[in-house]
């Protein structure tokens, strides 16, 4: 048996740095932006003669068969984010604001001949015709995200945090293609409030929340 296989990979990923948008007393603003793309191709050939070297007699099968396959996959993301924080007095405001795009494709080709008249050229053309098989598939899936957050917190001791996240996806119908998932949290550092002659202490918080997921 002669079994050969190739697999080739291929990354890019470019990274965009942060740059400052707009600066104003203790308020900032930035954005940014990462993008990423991956690509795989495989290729595999096995190869079943019926005449192989180191058998008894030469003849090893009865029928000579040859299987190939390649497939592919690639994927793209783009995300792009902006962040404002701002504080004033003992009040704190950090805003968040995402959008994101993701695109994969792949397709896979399998095709198999068996009894083959010349063993020395291996390619499916002269296999018999009538053994021929053949499968494969391709396909493409996209999505697009947009999230949003804020979290406020008051002297550094109480937070409310609150977000919402849009999802649309390609592998959903057209009534269902995209969903709304909201999520929102308090919390309290108690700590520097009841603890503060423990210095082992540095952090002692509760909290609560409530939000919804989904999936694809």
Partial sequence: VDDGQALVGVEHR??????????????????????????????????????????IGGRSRSVSV?????????????DKQLIFDHAFGRHDISATFVHSNEDGKGGSLQGKGENFDFENLRVLAMADPSTYTANGYKGRETMESYLGRIVYSFNSRYYLTASIRNDGSSKFGPKNKRGTFPSFSVAW??????????EFINMAKIGIGYGVTGNE
Wanted: glycine share 4%; aromatic share 14%; no cysteine.
């Fill in 14 to 55: 470019l990274q965009a740095a942060h740059h400052r948008v707009q600066r104003k007393a203790a308020a900032l603003v930035v954005g940014g932006q990462d993008r990423q793309h991956t690509a795989e191709v495989y290729q595999s050939e096995q190869w079943n003669p019926v005449y192989e070297l180191g058998t």
């Fill in 189 to 198: 550092k108690f700590n520097e409030d009841f603890l503060q002659q423990y």
């Fill in 66 to 78: 040859l299987n190939l396959e390649k497939s592919y996959n690639s994927r793209y993301v783009w």
